[in-house]
Structure formats: C-alpha cells, structure tokens
C-alpha cells in the first residue's frame, strides 16, 4: 500500500463500526485503490491536453422543425373538464 491509512480511525470519525474481518477487507480494498492511483499517475502525460470525456462528444440534436399541432378538440376530448377551449382544473388556495 503506497499510502498508510489507519482504517480503523477513518471508520471512528464516519462512526461506522467494522469487525477486524472488515478491517482487513477494506484495507486490502483501499491498498488496491490507492496502489492503482499511483500507477496512473505514473504514466507519461506531458503535451496530452487535459480532457473532460475520453471522446469527442457532439450533441445530436434533431432540426427544430415547426409542424402542426394536435386540434383543440382533440386534446380537450381526454381531459376530465374543459371550459371555454381550456383546461378546467380544482381551484387553487381555496379561490373559485
């Protein structure tokens, strides 16, 4: 483990009880992590630019094509209520 970490303490301050065995598995655990970290940041990355996403990404939008609507009746036809062309609804805050 690159790094020595009292898993023991960390898990006191989060108040987090563990067993000796879990002790043992999430040192090993952490050990792999941290042992993993330092091999990445061993790797030779001088003139690579810093990225957000391993792969260019593009947003995929459609065309904003204006089309027709849904007829007024239509849409009103599976509303519960429906006054004047809209859409009646329980009143709000008690008013009527």
Do not use: C, W
Not at 8 to 31: F, H, M, N, P, T
Not at 53 to 63: E, I, Q, Y
């Amino acid at each position: 483990m690159p790094v020595e970490i009292d898993i023991a303490k960390v898990a006191s301050l989060a108040r987090i009880a563990l067993s000796a065995d879990e002790l043992r598995v999430y040192e090993e655990q952490l050990g792999a992590i941290l042992e993993h970290a330092e091999r990445v940041q061993q790797l030779p990355t001088e003139g690579i630019p810093p990225t957000s996403h391993p792969v260019p990404m593009t947003n995929a939008f459609r065309d904003d094509d204006v089309t027709g609507s849904l007829p007024v009746a239509d849409v009103l036809a599976g509303a519960p209520a429906s006054e004047d062309g809209y859409f009646r609804v329980p009143p709000v805050l008690g008013e009527s």
